[in-house]
């Protein structure tokens, strides 16, 4: 359709249903006219549900480390295995995910995905205010509790739709990047709820070890309030985009496609490392530096990162190559491991937690810049779109690998060095892939 036909189309006065059914982004006057102002209603209440969504799927990070303080009874295994379990149900999730807003549309799916936060959150604040409650059940409710990870990937997925390619890395950095900040909010708040004496709303404390009486199901019971009033501002402000239909087969042929393997690979390089160690930092810092006080500091490394990740997106699409900022970002990120590692090994805390800052920050210049690479290297924004939310899937597996890997080392080499030699050799090996499939002047790629 012509630029102007669109617009003699809908009038001076189109519905917004009209409007939608029309959807032009790449027409310059539509998208000024009229697509611009509902793409960033669309955006803004999105960023908002995925900001809940990572404050829920992360909360558990902000708990694990005081379960054996007030009276629980887990080995330094469970701790770690229970600290990965929302990863791994979240990148799972991810994956079914991917589909819903092209199946039930956007504002539905973000409807109905953030109203099933409430129920591993009232639950898990019932199960915390009893120190008899069993492993098994916590396995069962902190697992509930990753389906808040799977958000992520419905939530981009849907997004892309809204905004002209031109504008995709911003948009999509500040949906993603805002999201992402979820998790310091938790780390940020978690440290007050703990300690607020609300026990005439959501029930009475735990006596830890020291003497100090600690209210861990605050830090659930209270996200239950923020959540019905964003089910009310998706209700209001979100809308169900008429999607392309495709067939299972197109559906399924992102996965013959190396691409999408090669920028899963990248993208779990900094998305995975951005949630892993999100979700290990508080507990990593416990066993490595007991002697520090982390609990009001442990906000920091995932703002950094979340904040500088729409910067990352931006900074792509000013300079036109998301492969670019990736590569440079990347090898920051393979430096600030080795002085993260050093820290450990001399056990200065300050190394430690200077270069740990400076990873998250590359984290969050590799996401924006990687997911602004996806749209230039598949054409086709319905597959654009399953990649994203794809990728996002298995990235999200870092939440679980990481705990994992540093259960596995502390378990196997009393000692977390191992896991942080695998965790450089791939980010060593995620520089190789990005130079010479999407950076080096012969790749063929102009991402």
Request: charged letters at 10%; hydrophobic letters at 50%.
């Amino acid at each position: 359709m012509a630029e102007n036909n669109v617009l003699q189309l809908l009038g001076d006065r189109p519905s917004r249903k009209e409007i939608l059914a029309h959807w032009e982004p790449e027409n310059e006057a539509f998208w000024n006219a009229f697509g611009k102002k509902i793409a960033n209603q669309n955006l803004y209440t999105s960023t908002w549900a995925l900001t809940l969504s990572f404050v829920v799927w992360t909360l558990w990070a902000t708990i694990a480390a005081k379960l054996n303080s007030v009276g629980f009874h887990f080995t330094d295994e469970q701790i770690f295995t229970l600290a990965a379990l929302p990863g791994l149900v979240g990148a799972t999730g991810r994956l079914l995910y991917t589909y819903l807003p092209g199946l039930i549309g956007g504002r539905n799916s973000t409807f109905i995905t953030t109203a099933l936060l409430l129920l591993p959150i009232i639950g898990l604040g019932n199960a915390l205010q009893d120190t008899a409650t069993s492993y098994d059940t916590f396995v069962l409710l902190v697992s509930f509790i990753g389906i808040a990870g799977a958000n992520f990937s419905a939530s981009m997925a849907n997004i892309g739709f809204f905004f002209p390619k031109a504008h995709k890395g911003l948009a999509l950095g500040i949906n993603a990047g805002v999201g992402n900040l979820g998790v310091s909010l938790i780390y940020l708040t978690a440290p007050l709820l703990l300690g607020w004496n609300l026990s005439s709303f959501f029930g009475p404390g735990l006596i830890t070890n020291s003497g100090t009486t600690i209210f861990l199901q605050n830090v659930c019971y209270f996200w239950a309030i923020p959540t019905i009033i964003t089910l009310v501002l998706i209700w209001l402000f979100m809308d169900n985009l008429p999607l392309p239909k495709q067939s299972p087969k197109s559906i399924l042929s992102i996965f013959g496609n190396k691409h999408t393997w090669l920028m899963c690979w990248i993208y779990t390089c900094g998305f995975g490392s951005f949630i892993g160690f999100s979700a290990a930092l508080g507990l990593l810092v416990t066993k490595e530096f007991p002697e520090v006080s982390f609990s009001m500091a442990a906000f920091l490394g995932p703002f950094i990162g979340a904040s500088v990740r729409p910067l990352g997106g931006w900074l792509a699409d000013k300079i036109n190559s998301g492969s670019r900022v990736t590569l440079l970002s990347l090898f920051v990120m393979l430096a600030a491991s080795l002085v993260v590692l050093a820290g450990i090994q001399a056990h200065n805390f300050a190394m430690f937690f200077a270069a740990f800052l400076l990873l998250f920050l590359t984290t969050g210049f590799v996401n924006g810049a990687s997911f602004r690479m996806i749209p230039y290297i598949f054409n086709n924004p319905f597959h654009s779109s399953l990649v994203t939310g794809f990728t996002a899937a298995i990235a999200a597996y870092g939440a679980f690998l990481i705990p994992k890997i540093f259960g596995w080392s502390y378990a196997n080499f009393q000692s977390v060095t191992p896991a942080f030699y695998l965790l450089i050799a791939f980010t060593a090996s995620t520089i190789l892939i990005t130079w010479w499939f999407y950076d080096r002047k012969g790749s063929g790629m102009n991402c």
